[in-house]
């Protein structure tokens, strides 16, 4: 079987500047993005998790973002599965897909790194066993798992509900234990190579851009989106709510902390994550870095086109 051409990515820790990389490579050689952010699949988590905005998305079309609502469960098997389908219909367009993101999971995922996850569900069965756990409290599912799944039960933790009603979903519905299926589950992704660009800055200059950028967002709506997903139903317990910033914003709705120490909370652990991100993308293979602080954004595309092999069109 001939393999298929390999698939180019814009990696980096967040604020480095992968977006606009990516859209004014994808201007220049009639490009699309696949995002490749394990948060911006989630409707309505809009301001926190930096989406580019609706017009320039209507300039460079982008995949992969608002695809799942916050309560759904999205794998990394699911994104595997959405973006190999995005790259061959831009393919099929005459256009070239771009991969942008920093998800490093995600990516090991599409280099074949990943178990499949296609496991039975059950929208209608979730919504009880959320129900469940909404009156009975979520450590009488998590006996019941026990009963049912005692490995599973082993490696969750007793609060873990979005874990807890998934593992019972799944021995519900196939009258075996998550532990046992997902042994029995084979190896997805692989099917494409990926050649890798990394976008960086130097520290200071990166934490400088976090700080800004969190700032940007508190007074950009922030607090509010939250407030919002919170009122209209949405557990503080799901893991699209339990990332950074977010999950301090929980605690400020809640009067737990002040919005200053939200903030603080915030940029402290983005600044953690992207020390974490350059330690995960140093692994990648191959991988072209470009540092920012020592050219421009335009030359940085430029050269990626002139690597990727594709004629400036515009």
Do not use: C
């Amino acid at each position: 079987m001939t393999r298929e051409p390999p698939l180019y990515a814009i990696v980096g820790p967040t604020a480095a500047g992968k977006t606009r990389a990516a859209f004014e490579l994808a201007r220049m050689i009639k490009g699309e993005i696949i995002s490749v952010d394990s948060r911006q699949v989630y409707r309505y988590l809009d301001v926190g998790t930096d989406k580019i905005s609706r017009e320039k998305r209507s300039t460079v079309p982008h995949h992969l973002i608002d695809v799942a609502d916050p309560d759904e469960i999205f794998t990394a098997a699911d994104f595997v599965q959405r973006a190999l389908s995005a790259a061959r219909r831009i393919e099929s367009r005459g256009r070239v897909p771009i991969l942008a993101g920093g998800t490093p999971m995600y990516f090991k995922a599409l280099e074949g790194g990943l178990l499949s996850e296609s496991l039975p569900r059950d929208e209608r069965l979730r919504r009880e066993l959320e129900r469940t756990a909404e009156i009975e409290g979520v450590r009488s599912l998590h006996g019941e798992l026990s009963a049912a799944d005692p490995e599973s039960a082993a490696r969750i933790h007793p609060n873990d509900r979005v874990r807890i009603v998934r593992a019972l979903e799944i021995f519900k519905l196939s009258g075996r234990s998550a532990t046992e299926l997902y042994a029995a589950q084979k190896k997805i992704g692989g099917e494409r190579g990926i050649a890798y660009f990394g976008v960086m800055s130097p520290r200071e200059s990166l934490f400088e851009r976090i700080e800004r950028r969190a700032g940007e967002q508190f007074r950009s709506g922030y607090p509010e989106e939250v407030r919002w997903l919170l009122d209209n139903g949405y557990s503080r317990d799901l893991p699209a709510l339990r990332g950074f910033g977010y999950r301090e914003l929980v605690d400020y709705a809640d009067g737990k902390i002040t919005l200053d120490e939200a903030l603080a909370g915030d940029v402290r652990s983005t600044k953690a994550f992207s020390r974490r991100q350059m330690t995960w993308f140093r692994q990648f293979s191959p991988i072209l870095w470009y540092d920012f602080s020592e050219t421009t954004l335009e030359k940085v595309a430029e050269d990626m086109a002139e690597k990727m092999g594709r004629p400036r069109v515009r």
